[in-house]
């Protein structure tokens, strides 16, 4: 029983295990993926918001009686650590950021690249940058529209948007993981009961009592 286990299932075990790892870590990657997408196309709705918000009330550059009520705006969204920033598309200084108070120096954004991006298509986005404030990295995402006098950029800490992105994903593969082990298990003791089985009954018979009777010499006379 040890021999077969070591020459034959604990490899194909071990094949079965590896197969499993790799399905895991495919859905992971893909899960990541696909929470990235989700995020940008939940920013660059915040993003459109602000916009929409400022055409509403018919300003198209930013004043100091934007700042109050984009404050306000911004805190309504159930998002941890959002920073919604509007920066100059031609000097690339900040006008606004809805973390810091007014009148606050930031550094000059024209080098970021997701302003650049949006800049040159429309929308821009990077993802795992540490930020100049609190050395934490974030999700950024940038929108312009020539309509306006700003580009909006919208981010949050990258921790918080991927948790709240793969809360479920991230269940449901811990579950199949499980669930995987489980069977993989079950099928181990299920094949080792069996073969613990078929070896006492094989042990059994090689100790049975076998009687030998001698032919009788006639027998041969009828083929002489």
């Known amino acids: 029983m040890s021999k077969f286990i070591t020459r034959f299932f604990l490899p194909v075990m071990g094949l079965l295990l590896l197969l499993a790892v790799t399905f895991l870590y ?21 993003n459109e918001s602000v916009y929409d918000l400022m055409r509403m009330r018919g300003d198209r550059l930013f004043n100091d009686s934007c700042a109050n009520y984009l ?65 934490e990295e974030y999700f950024y995402v940038a929108t312009y529209s020539p309509e306006f006098g700003f580009v909006v950029r919208s981010s949050q800490p990258y921790a918080f948007a991927m948790e709240e992105e ?35 009954k094989a042990d059994d018979l090689h100790h049975l009592p076998i009687s030998y009777s001698p032919i009788s010499s006639n027998y041969f006379f009828c083929f002489s």
């Open 166 to 200: 793969r809360a479920d994903d991230l269940f449901f593969i811990v579950l199949a993981g499980v669930i995987i082990v489980v069977v993989l298990f079950i099928i181990y003791r299920i094949i080792c009961r069996n073969f613990i089985f078929l070896e006492k």
């Open 71 to 135: 404050r306000r705006y911004v805190s309504y969204y159930d998002k941890r650590g959002l920073r919604v920033t509007l920066v100059d598309p031609t000097t690339g200084n900040v006008l606004f950021d809805s973390s810091l108070p007014d009148g606050a120096a930031m550094e000059n954004h024209r080098a970021r690249p997701e302003v650049q991006q949006a800049l040159a298509e429309g929308y821009g986005y990077d993802q795992r940058r540490v930020s100049s404030l609190d050395s």
């Open 26 to 46: 495919y859905n992971y990657e893909r899960a990541k993926s696909v929470a990235v997408m989700h995020q940008q196309g939940a920013m660059r709705n915040i």
